[in-house]
């Protein structure tokens, strides 16, 4: 025993060292696994409010921009809206069959913090599970694709932004509905990796890349940004550069798009036998 | 004594929101991100004791974690950094020891003595963060540029702070 407590004493510093390094590593490790370790939602309280203090500041910074961007995205809308008029038709009858009751909701939110420069890239948002956010819902600007909800508290919610080494987006190509995966090599914010399109389709630079209709958390044909270049990789499969349409760098408003059939989806989808 | 505590808590308190309200928010470049608050383990007493040391680097790292949601990542970082110092401080002691009451400042000891310090630790924080951060070897030059340029910037911003406040 005695010699236990000297032993101790004499490397307590090695030993505190290794107990440290491994509740600190352990909490990385975990955190790795993004889809199982939860957030700390009171941390997130408290940084939350915080980032909304810092982003009242700035805001006024990008005021410009912003002024900008809305006046852009009016204009678009301007645009649907006078198509909607001549075909009047098609936008202005009521639904009352079942079958094709609304699937996706739309919740606008502003963007409170916001990174680029790290490896997992996250975005927080100043609407939480108070307004109808929940974990896994799609975040969409009006330039295409920005994230997926990690972790929502009561009046926060933090995303997975696409600049974000662990995820993984389901892509297609516009043109012929090829689908591969997309993901953020790490490297610099304009640009994303689509991988699996195999080596016989056609491709060419400036093709439209779109969200697939395979994932039940993004609805079909969001624009995720065109081909810049591509390569071979590995024999049959292409390695495409895509530049992404949505710049991280100032995003202000984005939409959190919550698919209303997505349950029935995926209890139909998990009775599948192999796994 | 209690002077000393109330000094280093308030560093302690004074870097860590600096680092989270200002710093993080400038982006300089994605190569580099300057992480100053390692300072606060450069500039402890030469007689912190081993315990007091790691975990007040645990602490300080965890902080920063806290608002960068980065769980464990700048902690165990501080963490690695905090266990090299005595070593790097035995490397790099003068020919008869430190004098008491004397504290690592360039004041003391000089700027290349300082700078070197500053250097070696930085370096160590900075190399086991990035590392961890991206967890591969796979763009291993591509971090290592980010490692340097980070070591470099943050390097300056501790030689400025070392002028402006520790005036003769």
């Known amino acids: ?71 852009k995205e009016n204009v678009r809308l301007n645009n649907i809206l006078q198509q909607a008029y001549r075909a009047d038709d098609i936008f202005f009858y009521k639904q009352d069959d079942t079958l094709n009751k ?35 819902m799609a975040v969409i600007s009006g330039d295409g694709v920005v994230g997926v909800i990690y972790d929502v508290s009561k009046y926060y919610a933090t995303v997975i932004s696409l600049l974000n080494t662990n995820l993984k987006i389901s892509a297609k190509l516009k043109k012929n509905d090829y689908f591969g995966s997309l993901v953020w090599e790490g490297k610099d914010y304009r640009h994303a990796t689509l991988n699996e399109i195999p080596y016989h389709v056609a491709i060419e630079r400036g ?10 958390i993004f609805p079909e044909g969001v624009l995720i940004g065109t081909i810049e270049d591509f390569k071979i990789k590995g024999g049959n499969f292409y390695e495409i550069i895509v530049a992404l349409s949505t710049d991280f760098k100032h995003l202000t408003y984005v939409s959190a798009v919550s698919n209303l059939k997505k349950e029935e989806q995926k209890e139909l989808e998990g009775t599948f036998p192999n796994d | 004594m209690i002077n000393l505590l109330l000094r280093n808590t308030g560093r302690f308190v004074v870097l860590v929101l600096l680092q989270v309200l200002i710093i993080d928010n400038i982006q300089f470049s994605e190569y580099v991100n300057p992480f100053f608050y390692v300072l606060f383990i450069l500039l402890l007493p030469f007689e912190t004791p081993g315990w007091l040391l790691l975990t007040s680097a645990f602490l300080l790292g965890f902080s920063v974690d806290l608002f960068e949601h980065t769980p464990g ?74 490692v340097i340029l980070s070591t470099l910037f943050t390097l300056v911003l501790i030689m400025i702070s070392q002028y402006l406040i520790y005036k003769k």
Request: hydrophobic content about 45%.
């Open chain 1, 207 to 216: 093709d439209t890349i779109v969200t697939s209709s395979y994932s039940a």
């Open chain 2, 73 to 146: 990542l700048h902690a165990s970082a501080t963490v690695f950094m905090a266990f090299f110092r005595p070593l790097v401080l035995k490397i790099l002691s003068p020919r008869d020891d430190y004098e008491p009451n004397t504290y690592p400042r360039i004041y003391y000891y000089g700027f290349v003595w300082f700078f070197k310090y500053a250097l070696i630790l930085v370096f160590i924080h900075h190399l086991f963060l990035f590392y961890i951060e991206v967890f591969s070897f796979s763009n291993f030059f591509l971090t290592f540029l980010k």
């Open chain 1, 102 to 136: 609304q699937r996706y909701y739309l919740t606008s939110a502003k963007v409170i913090n916001n990174s680029v420069n790290k490896k997992h890239n996250f975005i927080t948002l100043n609407k939480g599970s108070e307004h109808g956010l929940a974990q896994d």
């Open chain 1, 1 to 71: 025993m005695k010699n236990l407590i000297r032993f101790f004493i004499r490397f307590h510093f090695a030993i505190f060292f290794i107990i440290f390094e491994f509740i600190s590593l352990s909490l990385v490790f975990q955190y790795n696994h993004y889809q199982k370790a939860k957030g700390v939602s009171l941390v997130q309280n408290i940084s939350g409010y915080y980032h909304s203090k810092v982003f009242s500041i700035t805001e006024y910074l990008n005021l410009r921009e912003t002024n900008q961007q809305l006046a």
